[in-house]
């Protein structure tokens, strides 16, 4: 069974400041998501991972992907306090032409001003 | 505009009620799939399907039920029988044949049953 792990769950910072959320997950994929949630609000896509060594950036966060390792990450460089919510890192399993997500429980991020 | 809709955004019943539900895609999706969402938590597969007329249970499906008669609808059910029915719900849809195999979320319904 496939287990998707995110540390921290709970994260405080201050703005300017960097930090990275971590995704490590149980069985072999080459898939990696992540996604942000807002409070009371859906899934918005943050990232597309889809091979080992895969970096991509937007604005002040990173993600990369270790598929040896089982692992993902989620930078964040000089925090800003827009980018308060939690987020979320899903690995696809590739099911008959669908495709099942299983996802991390998740890293709320509070950013101080 | 192209999207995934779900309704209604909340939703109120009684304990021992079916309660119906709704999604709509006009993404020109094959696959669609749906989610239960507890606080704190992350998401948990309910049911998929990949084409009409065919559905496959999630890691979570007993007291769900699902139906696929048409590529853009795809409702679910919670039944009477599903313990803790109270939960966010969320609908997403991908297409089979794209390399991302990205799935795109609906608003979703939060659910409340007393």
Avoid at chain 1, 42 to 54: D, P
Avoid at chain 2, 14 to 28: A, R, Y
């Amino acid at each position: 069974e496939l287990k998707v792990e995110q540390n921290p769950l709970f994260l405080s910072m201050q703005e300017g400041k960097n930090y990275t959320i971590y995704c490590n997950y149980s069985t072999t994929s080459d898939r990696l998501y992540w996604y942000r949630q807002d409070p009371g609000k859906s899934l918005e896509s943050l990232f597309v991972l889809l091979s080992n060594g895969a970096v991509k950036q937007e604005g002040r966060l990173m993600a990369s992907l270790d598929t040896k390792a089982r692992l993902s990450t989620l930078h964040i460089t000089a925090a800003v306090h827009d980018l308060s919510a939690t987020y979320f890192c899903a690995v696809g399993l590739l099911i008959q032409g669908a495709q099942k997500l299983v996802f991390g429980q998740g890293t709320r991020l509070t950013i101080n001003p | 505009d192209g999207g995934i809709t779900q309704s209604p955004k909340y939703l109120f019943r009684k304990e021992g009620q079916n309660v119906t539900l709704s999604c709509e895609q006009n993404l020109n999706h094959d696959a669609m799939y749906w989610y239960r969402q507890d606080p704190g938590q992350g998401l948990r597969l309910i049911y998929y399907s990949q084409i009409v007329n065919d559905f496959q249970k999630g890691d979570i499906a007993e007291g769900y039920s699902v139906s696929r008669e048409k590529k853009e609808s795809f409702p679910l059910t919670v039944t009477s029988a599903q313990k803790n029915p109270t939960a966010f719900y969320l609908c997403a849809s991908s297409m089979t044949g794209a390399p991302s195999h990205e799935q795109y979320f609906g608003p979703g319904t939060r659910l409340t049953v007393t």
